[in-house]
């Protein structure tokens, strides 16, 4: 059984860029979320995804946006980059009825210069 | 709003010594109680969980016991490895609301 499959694994963009960030979920699942985690932090939630629409969304601003396809893959694309946006971006799938569990993938690490 | 509060490394040990990381949070509700461990270079992993007071979560050695009274999930080892070097995370989950992470507390274990 495959896990959670992120890509690229490192990013380096200037400010004012676009990225898209992709995230293949786990067999089975049909959730996804997206957290932002700062150096020395605990990962922030920025959205989530069920059924290819946006399910909750944390305290980010709308540059910060996604998409979830047929295949429950994902993608995190952020506008108009800003140095503060340097993180490591973490996605994680559940499964139906599985809230409670989120297998997260590696992560992306994101640096704005 | 729901939050939780962990206590700050990192934190230093030798080889099997014993282990305590101190978690407590805020809740509305009745919430589910996580610790997630993220190794160097790897991601987030479940590490134990517990979804109701008295509820005692374990794995790999480690525990911890949702204690509704003190509003306290620590998280214990009684002889931790230089293998369990990583970031911890202490987790809630109550109702709608998306995971809520403390800061992570980084341990580190030498031989």
């Known amino acids: 059984e495959t896990g959670v499959t992120q890509s690229p694994t490192h990013l380096i963009k200037t400010r004012g860029q676009q990225v898209t960030l992709r995230c293949s979920s786990q067999?089975?699942?049909?959730?996804v979320s997206w957290y932002q985690q700062a150096l020395g932090q605990g990962p922030q939630f920025i959205f989530q995804y069920y059924r290819e629409e946006e399910n909750g969304r944390g305290n980010f601003p709308p540059r910060f946006s996604g998409l979830q396809f047929p295949n429950y893959s994902s993608e995190l694309n952020v506008n108009a980059l800003e140095l503060d946006d340097s993180a490591l971006y973490l996605c994680a799938s559940s499964p139906p009825g599985g809230r409670n569990e989120q297998y997260f993938g590696p992560g992306t690490r994101l640096t704005v210069t | 709003g729901n939050s939780v509060t962990q206590m700050e490394g990192p934190v230093t040990l030798s080889e099997e010594a014993f282990l305590t990381i101190n978690c407590t949070y805020t809740a509305t509700g009745y919430p589910s109680l996580f610790w997630y461990v993220q190794y160097p270079g790897e991601g987030l992993q479940l590490l134990l969980k517990?979804?109701?007071?008295?509820d005692k979560g374990s794995n790999k050695g480690f525990e911890a016991t949702y204690r509704k009274e003190t509003t306290s999930f620590h998280l214990e080892k009684g002889s931790v490895q230089v293998s369990d070097s990583a970031v911890y995370f202490c987790v809630l989950l109550s109702g709608n609301t998306p995971l809520v992470f403390g800061k992570g507390t980084r341990l580190s274990v030498i031989a």
């Open positions: 067999s089975g699942h049909n959730t």
């Open positions: 517990a979804t109701k007071a008295d």
